[in-house]
Nanobody
């Protein structure tokens, strides 16, 4: 079984920065895709950013140029650096992993979520 644990959320003023971390533990053979989703009150969960095993990244339009997804394979950790934060970035952020536990078995895994609030 694989566990994803997020950290780094909090309250920040508009224009500020936060860095989210997602540490994966358990039986991990390889990461396929890792990503960050967010869900604001009354809205559907949306993909914010993703990174493939090859290092390719993808961002939703509203965060391009402000957010950066990266990973540290040695630490089994994925990061989301968020700069120039806006009130509309306020949401619960979830880490997602498409992870192979063995060469034959893969699964979809989610973290518990971390709150990000952008407010003055």
């Amino acid at each position: 079984q694989v566990q994803l644990v997020e950290s780094g959320g909090g309250l920040v003023q508009p224009g500020g920065s936060l860095r989210l971390s997602c540490a994966a533990s358990g039986r991990i053979f390889r990461f396929n895709v890792m990503g960050w989703y967010r869900q604001a009150p009354g809205k559907q969960r949306e993909l914010v950013a993703a990174i493939t095993s090859g290092g390719s990244t993808n961002y939703t339009d509203s965060v391009k140029g402000r957010f950066t997804i990266s990973r540290d394979n040695a630490k089994n950790t994925v990061y989301l650096q968020m700069n120039s934060l806006k009130p509309e970035d306020t949401a619960v952020y979830y880490c997602y992993g498409d992870i192979k536990e063995t060469i034959w078995r893969r699964g979809d895994y989610w973290g518990q979520g971390t709150q990000v609030t952008v407010s003055s």
